[in-house]
């Protein structure tokens, strides 16, 4: 009887470490279940920091969204040509001024040319954009007809706001490197940094000249003016035929005092030369006799 209890006692012990077994089996299943879901949620935590180190991408969105082209005020480039007879150049000139002053305008160049058949002056003049038509009504006030007049606007909007909303990208991205850089405990970390921030500051600075730019020219117009007056054939306004005369004669005398006074200048290369010659001449002498 006891060796029948004692065979039951041993195969109950057998039977439990079995379920033992096969719980340790399963609760191990389960922890490398568990381990490969945490390595799977780390691989997508690593994806989306990877995914946003883009900072190009990231700073546009956090950058403030720019304004639509039906939004904007229209930026338009106008510039002109006229080019017209005058009877009398002075008194179209004080007309052109008094026009500068009146609209806030501004000459940048004024040039004359005069030849054998006309006299003409050429006025360049910076305008704001909401007098340039005003300011070309007032100036055509009195032209009889214009040998040239040439009108024209170039929207650049699109431009604008293109290289607008790159500036605040570019200083979106400038501000998230500054926060990395305070964060940057390794050397060659800052190194890289740096290096960023000093490329992106080479583009916002660009970007900001070429919007100054674009501001300019769009504040400000531009117009050319050119106004003649015809002469008849040989009659410019010029030196008298005896004048020219005394003149070619002034510079003849001019020419031969600048060949003496290079002569004098130059006397020791000259006074070495006569030697040399001198020289070789008595030694073909010799060779002859």
């Known amino acids: 009887m006891k060796t029948k209890l004692l065979i039951c006692a041993v195969f109950i012990l057998l039977f439990a470490s079995c379920k033992q077994a096969e719980t340790d089996d399963i609760a191990s299943v389960d922890m490398a279940d568990v381990a490969v879901d945490s390595t799977a949620v780390a691989a997508e935590d690593y994806d989306a920091y990877a995914s946003e180190s883009n900072y190009d ?38 007309q052109i ?28 003049i910076r305008i704001p954009n909401q007098h340039f038509d005003a300011f070309i009504a007032d100036i055509s006030k009195g032209v ?32 998230r490197y500054l926060e990395l850089l305070k964060k940057a405990n390794k050397v060659s970390e800052m190194l890289e940094i740096e290096s960023q921030l000093s490329d992106i500051r080479e583009e916002i600075e660009a970007k900001e000249g070429r919007l100054r730019y674009l501001q300019n020219k769009v504040s400000m117009s531009t117009l050319d003016i050119e106004f003649y007056k015809p002469v008849a054939a040989g009659s410019k306004a010029t030196v008298s035929y005896g004048g020219r005369i005394w003149n070619a004669i002034a510079s003849g005398f001019n020419g031969i005092s600048n060949f003496f006074i290079g002569i004098i200048e130059n006397w020791p290369i000259i006074i070495t030369l006569v030697v040399l010659i001198l020289l070789i001449r008595k030694r073909f002498k010799r060779k002859n006799q």
């Open 97 to 124: 001024q008094s026009t500068v002053k009146k609209y806030n305008a501004l000459i940048k160049n004024d040039s004359q040319t005069n030849n054998d058949y006309a006299l003409s002056r050429t006025v360049n």
């Open 57 to 94: 991408s990231k700073a546009k969105d956090m950058a403030s969204p720019s304004p639509r082209i039906d939004e904007l005020e229209a930026k338009i480039i106008k510039s002109g040509n006229l080019r017209f007879q005058s009877d009398d150049l002075e008194v179209t000139y004080n």
């Open 144 to 175: 009889k007809y214009f040998d040239q007049k040439e009108i024209s606007s170039q929207d650049v909007t699109e431009e604008y706001i293109d290289v607008a909303s790159r500036i605040k990208t570019k200083k979106v991205l400038e501000a």
